[in-house]
């Protein structure tokens, strides 16, 4: 099993400013993986980070928007940037090291 | 394109009933099947399938996958207040990077 410790577990953010979220696992990971879940939504996968290269957007979703950066394999960060409304949602972090994927504790982003 | 769809979209029920949640998928490169409850933010894990027919079982609930059919079952018998959650259902691939596909989620709701 992992144990991932997530932050902030909520914000409220100004349109236009940016947030950065923080995951730290308890354990070495190759992949970590950042969701969206907006209200009343399943759960989209917005990228896939591995350490030492770039991260993969899944299709909808860009760097420019959502960077990612992943300095080791224990953390990750994800930044929403010049935020609007529609950013309003929660953000997961995961990891599978062994093809059950463990969450974070989520962060609960609203802004106004 | 993958895809994982949940039947139904909600649910409410009395305490001691038993229910039934459907996942069908179409996934390419299908590696796992994976049940989540989610009750505020972060989904806790419940099951993992990977093998056809064979039940996986935890107290009240138990799960089976029918890899011929593409579809998976979570069931839940004697109904609790406690169980009312969204239930996820999350398909891992491997195409391209590994990943999960998550459906859109069953709401249940049990009164008491």
């Known amino acids: 099993s992992a144990v991932i410790s997530q932050k902030p577990s909520r914000d409220i953010c100004q349109r236009g400013t940016s947030l950065t979220i923080q995951c730290q696992v308890d354990s070495q990971v190759t992949m970590m993986f950042w969701y969206r879940q907006q209200p009343g939504q399943s759960l989209t996968l917005i990228a896939t980070a591995n350490q030492g290269s770039e991260a993969t957007y899944e299709s909808g979703f860009v760097i420019d928007k959502f960077p990612i950066s992943r300095p080791n394999l224990t953390f990750s960060t994800l930044t929403v940037s010049n935020m609007s409304p529609e950013d309003s949602s929660i953000y997961l972090c995961?990891?599978?090291?062994?093809?059950?994927?463990?969450f974070g504790q989520g962060t609960r982003l609203t802004v106004v | 394109e993958d895809k994982v769809v949940q039947s139904p979209l909600s649910l409410v029920v009395h305490e001691g009933d038993t229910v039934t949640l459907n996942c069908s998928y179409e996934v390419t490169n299908f590696r796992s099947l994976l049940w989540y409850k989610q009750e505020k933010k972060a989904p806790t894990f419940l099951f993992m399938l990977t093998s056809s027919g064979i039940e996986k079982k935890s107290g009240r609930l138990s799960s089976i996958l029918d890899k011929k059919e593409l579809f998976s079952i979570l069931n839940i018998t004697a109904t609790q207040t406690g169980d009312s959650a969204v239930y996820l259902c999350a398909v891992g691939s491997t195409s391209g990077t590994y990943k999960y596909i998550f459906g859109t989620g069953t709401r249940l709701k049990v009164l008491a």
């Open positions: 995961s990891v599978a090291p062994a093809l059950e994927a463990f």
